[in-house]
């Protein structure tokens, strides 16, 4: 009687020890499932159809100071006026020029109307000994306030010069002064 009550024993401890075997197993196998899944929807790579793709047209242009000379460095920034066209940005290089990009569709930007930022972390002089201001006036930093825009066209837009001229601060708020940057 012992013996078959080892023997039922070892049988009850090998069925259980298989149990939680194959409970094991089956849970690896259902997390395997769902990381899979999971890892599926979370793809990087966006959907082939997720954007159109628009034609680019080369845009060069020039920023210059108040008094005609390039801006040497800084970006400029095209922040288009309808949802559907996406913007882009131009690297100003040392002599003043720039030429604009779409994010990493290339160089260019598509047709249509877009404000214009200038932004450059450059100085001059102050007023004061050893003080220095900045050389793109606050006006500019912003596409709202600076008052530029530009339309681009179907083909190449070799863009009239970005003069930035600064606005006295008692005029900033009711300044309409004319547009510069549109195409020539």
């Not at 996406?86 to 994010?103: M, P, Q, R, V």
């Not at 598509?110 to 450059?120: L, N, P, Q, T, W």
């Amino acid at each position: 009687m012992t013996r078959r009550m080892n023997n039922a024993f070892a049988e009850q401890e090998s069925f259980q020890a298989a149990a939680r075997s194959i409970g094991v197993l089956s849970m690896w196998a259902v997390f395997s499932l769902i990381s899979a899944l999971v890892l599926a929807g979370c793809s990087s790579e966006p959907s082939p159809v997720a954007l159109p793709k628009l034609a680019l047209n080369p845009v060069k242009g020039k920023v210059l100071t108040a008094d005609g000379k390039p801006v040497s460095e800084g970006l400029v920034t095209f922040v288009p006026n309808k949802p559907d066209i996406t913007g882009g940005t131009a690297k100003i290089e040392s002599d003043g020029s720039f030429t604009a990009k779409t994010g990493d569709r290339g160089e260019g930007l598509a047709e249509g109307e877009y404000k214009v930022k200038i932004e450059s972390d450059l100085t001059v002089p102050g007023a004061k000994a050893g003080a220095t201001k900045a050389l793109v006036p606050v006006e500019y930093l912003d596409e709202q306030s600076s008052n530029l825009t530009v339309t681009i066209k179907s083909g190449s837009n070799d863009l009239a010069p970005f003069k930035l001229v600064p606005v006295p601060k008692s005029a900033r708020k009711a300044t309409t002064r004319p547009v510069t940057g549109d195409v020539d």
